[in-house]
């Protein structure tokens, strides 16, 4: 006999696919595709080597040109759906399939232009993640599907004025046990931030690719009778 929990996994790892495709700002809803770089698939990128794991690939043409004014501090939030169309009416996977499991996870680069079509060789930093909760057992996707797909975090206060790029993902881990295996989903939303104050900073930063590796253990991982998760990638960045 197949396990229950095995079988609905194995069913929701077919419509595991999500897609960051709008932003709301101190509670403001910017709308569909507007500042966003929507990719036109769900498909999970699986290639820690390869650029699309930067802000994705093949987007909704005409790409927005919109550059989303963000002060340092605000409330951002990232809305997810299970495809490029944003919701579309009841889905039992929208914003995302409950059975699949993996964290959230938000980054930003600062930029020459937010509307540039080159992402290639820009410098990251994280700004916020939601990984695996041992207290209540809920990982940032069970939350995603919890809020209807919205993922909320604050940008920091202590950024220095200019244009950004925002990377939200979602990794699947319902196939991580080896590699390739996590399923890596996200796009970019182009932000100019407007600092306030006088502590202003830069971050640390990291690349895209390379910032993860198939060794990493939030990368190679189980979903089954966790009790930790290592959320991958650098440490959240804090003024």
């Not at 990377?167 to 996590?182: C, D, K, Q």
Request: glycine share 10%; with cysteine.
């Amino acid at each position: 006999m197949f396990p229950l929990f095995s079988l609905l996994l194995l069913l929701g790892s077919a419509s595991a696919g999500t897609v960051f495709s709008a932003v709301s700002i101190n509670g403001v809803e910017q709308g569909h595709g507007v500042g966003v770089r929507v990719p036109t698939s769900n498909v999970a990128i699986t290639d820690l080597s390869s650029a699309n794991l930067i802000c994705n690939s093949n987007y909704v043409q005409p790409v927005s040109q919109a550059v989303l004014s963000v002060p340092a501090g605000a409330a951002v939030t990232a809305e997810f759906h299970r495809t490029a169309a944003g919701y579309v009416g009841p889905d039992p996977a929208d914003p995302i399939d409950p059975t699949n499991k993996g964290p959230v996870i938000a980054y930003l680069a600062a930029v020459p232009s937010a509307t540039q079509s080159n992402v290639t060789g820009l410098n990251w930093f994280k700004i916020w993640e939601n990984g695996f909760n041992p207290t209540t057992h809920q990982w940032g996707s069970d939350l995603l599907f919890i809020n209807n797909g919205s993922a909320s975090f604050t940008v920091p206060s202590c950024l220095r004025d200019g244009d950004y790029l925002l990377r939200v993902e979602y990794i699947g881990l319902e196939s991580a046990t080896s590699y390739p295996g996590a399923q890596f989903f996200m796009s970019c939303a182009q932000l100019s931030i407007t600092a306030s104050g006088d502590a202003l900073v830069a971050p640390a930063t990291v690349s895209i690719p390379g910032m993860y590796h198939s060794t990493d253990p939030g990368i190679v991982t189980s979903i089954f009778g966790v009790s930790s998760y290592t959320v991958p990638g650098p440490a959240v960045f804090t003024c």
